[in-house]
């Protein structure tokens, strides 16, 4: 492989047939009929957003629990309840 300024290719031909260029697409208005509809998902979604504009992104009192359980070591973890509530998240 060499690295350079000048190619070992010859350069694409710059020159052009009109009849070979891309065609652009032309849109028409959306007919009246269409619409769109959200699923349960997107619905649930836009709803916890709006929930969270109003409460807080996280719980203080509970992360700073669990920061002092981390402190003292106290803090234990449940492998199988973890794996149980990723599998619950996942579907």
Do not use: C, H
């Not at 710059?14 to 619905?43: I, Y």
């Not at 509970?62 to 599998?87: K, V």
């Amino acid at each position: 492989m060499k690295i350079g300024n000048s190619p070992d290719y010859a350069p694409a031909a710059t020159e052009r047939n009109p009849q070979d260029a891309p065609q652009t697409a032309t849109t028409t208005p959306a007919a009246a009929t269409d619409r769109v509809t959200l699923s349960a998902d997107a619905l649930q979604l836009a709803a916890g957003q709006a929930d969270g504009q109003r409460m807080p992104v996280f719980d203080t009192r509970r992360i700073n629990e669990i920061r002092r359980a981390i402190a003292d070591g106290s803090y234990t973890t449940d492998p199988a309840r973890i794996a149980a509530r990723l599998w619950q998240l996942g579907g």
